[in-house]
């Protein structure tokens, strides 16, 4: 499973390590993801979404159902990715 939000679609980005002297070598800048359990009022049932911390406080402020149709909408996640718990 791929390091990506699925609510902002925000992705790891790549750097550059630079020491003292001003050399260069490659990194990653990893998204600051966790898996989070979220209960969907409107199917009644539990979802587990893969989210970083600024998906989480999008959720918080729109609202569950409005950050997944945004979500859907943009093309970050699709219907069938979400992953419904307990059935």
Known sequence: MSKICQITGKKAQVG????????RTKRRFNVNLFRKKFYYVEEAC???LKISAS???LINKMGLAAALKQAVSK????????????E
Request: no cysteine; charged share 20%.
């Open 16 to 23: 550059n390590n630079v020491s003292h002297s001003k050399h």
């Open 55 to 57: 998906g989480l406080r």
């Open 46 to 48: 539990w979802i587990s």
């Open 75 to 86: 093309g970050y996640v699709k219907w069938n990715d979400i992953k419904v718990i307990g």
